[in-house]
């Protein structure tokens, strides 16, 4: 009876907070700012820079004609089961070797494509080698370099023919809310996030931590709070090949692409995606500033931005969220590829199976996370032979 009453009590909740949102999206009183404003979306005079969705029209994505290799079990050896990861924890060599950072496990873990265990990478803690929180994994393959970045340093691992030792770890003079998202290509590495003192929201450092510059356009916002927020549900990704990099924020529906000096080359806007509403609300009795994220039914948020070749490749997805059990499940999802020159793009389809959602790319093979059996797991899709 208790759980009947606590249900009812949740689902009026959930009505008056629908209620509200709905009243507070068209109230136009003073001190109300909804976010993205219309000065933070690029607007596009040519078509080419405008992704839709629609009919794929680029190479082959079906997932149906895959041989699967998955990594991550409910129960087996520590290695084997898989805690949680964030799209920028995990990267590939483009060499045979897979990486992903493990979340709760604090610690990098390598494996073949073939689902073979190599060996793990750091800890726990605040030392060198030690991660203290998320980490950002991004692969420097001509050098067999691994580079880890949280909030705190960046770590430096080397694969040897013996395993995986910690080479060096950079503490950067730039704090902030550095390491949100990483990328390496050349002889730098790049963090994102939001800095008052930086001029821009990426990082260029070179590989041993020295700070080179900073660029990219940060969000507009009077309130540096505001701005912190929206810049930093990034993703960001490194086209070694080409020399370019392209950066996106969550809130925003655009990706731009930009070169190692930190110049604009291109960008690109998503007219599909329903970019998440944050509200700002000035009190003039308290004379503070709040900000609530509307969590909108069918608000779109980007899952993955990763390069292969040539290409770059973005995924978004239209997450639901229930509350009994409380769940988020991604309904739909869309990949998209993009020439890292041009900024050109195409539709490519479904950016992965039914709730799982493709991370990395090398050549033929795809790499996938997901939960939908209960627990998370990577899978690594390869075509069939015919």
């Known amino acids: 009876m208790m759980d009947i009453v606590i249900r009812r ?12 949102s709905a009243c507070n999206r068209n109230n136009n009183n003073r001190g109300i700012v909804f976010h993205p404003t219309p000065d933070n979306i690029p607007v596009t005079s040519d078509p080419r820079f405008e992704l839709r969705t629609g009919e794929p029209t680029a190479e082959d994505w079906r997932w149906d004609r895959q041989d699967v290799t998955v990594i991550g079990a409910r129960e087996g050896q520590y290695h084997e089961m898989i805690s949680e990861l964030f799209p920028s924890g995990i990267d590939t060599d483009h060499n045979g070797t897979l ?45 067999g370099r691994i580079f880890v970045t949280d909030n705190r340093a960046t770590h430096v691992f080397q694969k040897t023919d013996t395993g995986f030792v910690l080479v060096d770890t950079h503490y950067p003079d730039l704090r902030g809310h550095l390491g949100s998202v990483s990328c390496t290509m050349g002889q730098h590495y ?10 821009g929201v990426i990082h260029q450092f070179t590989l041993n931590g020295t ?14 709070f505001i701005a912190d927020m929206m810049t930093s549900e990034s993703f960001m990704a490194c086209n070694a090949a080409q020399g370019i990099l392209a950066h996106i924020t969550n809130h925003v529906p655009a990706m731009t692409g930009l070169t190692e000096s930190g110049d604009t080359l291109w960008q690109v806007t998503f007219p599909d995606y329903k970019p998440d509403i944050v509200r700002e609300r000035f009190d003039p009795e308290t004379g503070r500033t709040y900000h609530r994220v509307m969590n909108e039914k069918g608000h779109s948020q980007f899952t993955s931005l990763f390069s292969d070749g040539d290409n770059f490749y973005v995924t978004y997805a239209f997450p639901r969220l229930t509350l009994l059990p409380p769940k988020i499940t991604l309904d739909q999802t869309h990949a998209f590829r993009v020439d890292a020159l041009t900024g050109i793009g195409e539709y490519l389809g479904p950016a992965g199976p039914p709730e799982e959602i493709v991370m990395a790319k ?25």
Not at 9 to 20: D, F, G, S, T, Y
Not at 109 to 123: E, I, N, P, V
């Open 211 to 224: 700070w080179v510059r900073s660029f990219g356009q940060p969000y507009k916002a009077v309130k540096a």
């Open 99 to 143: 990486y992903y950072f493990d979340l709760f496990g604090r610690e990098v873990r390598a494996f073949t494509y073939d689902g073979t265990w190599l060996g793990s990478m750091g800890r726990s803690g605040s030392g060198p080698g030690e991660f203290g929180s998320s980490g950002n994994l991004s692969v420097l393959g001509t050098e």
């Open 190 to 199: 790049y963090t994102a996030g939001y800095d008052t003192e930086a001029e």
């Open 362 to 386: 090398d050549g033929d093979y795809r790499f996938a996370w997901t939960k939908k059996e209960g627990f998370p797991q990577i899978r690594i899709y390869k075509p069939r032979p015919s």
């Open 9 to 20: 009590h949740l689902a009026a909740m959930c009505l008056l907070v629908c209620a509200l």
